[in-house]
């Protein structure tokens, strides 16, 4: 949390401005509370493999940007058909690591059978951070276009955004 306050400031006769003006003095103090963030931002090639009828589908994905791999599964999908439940698991090389639990939204491309848009939110569960993001906790998105056309080769592109904090 950052605070600021202002001070106003009577200046000497023979300085450029008139003498008879004051001068308001900003300052920025950073509280010792502050907030430990890191921005998070990037891209995701995910592919998808299906496990059978009635089971999660698994997700494999290799990231570029502030996080470098991602694992995760598609849990359940809500009765809109259009609403995901999943869950990740995302890696960095710095050895630190978070868990969410996401919804994702299919939206269908028009004229693209099996292509849909998809947005997700992720939430990182808490007590769920380790290595060098223990304790960082938070939200963020990501949208990006899936091809779920063929079971045995599903895979998309996603760019994902955010900030988490501790």
Known sequence: MIYAFAQA????????????????????????????????????????YAEGEGKPIIISATLIGSVQNAAGKITAQRTTKTGMEMEHYFGRADGGSVTTKDLGILTAVPGKPGRFMIEITYDIQEGQSRGTLKGYGGQFNSYGLVDLRSADDMKGLIRYEGKICK
């Open 9 to 48: 400031v009577k200046l000497a006769p023979n300085s450029d401005i008139s003498h008879n003006s004051t001068v308001l003095k900003l300052y920025r103090i950073q509280s010792a509370y502050a907030e430990d963030c890191i921005d998070l931002g990037g891209v995701a090639i995910p592919n998808f």
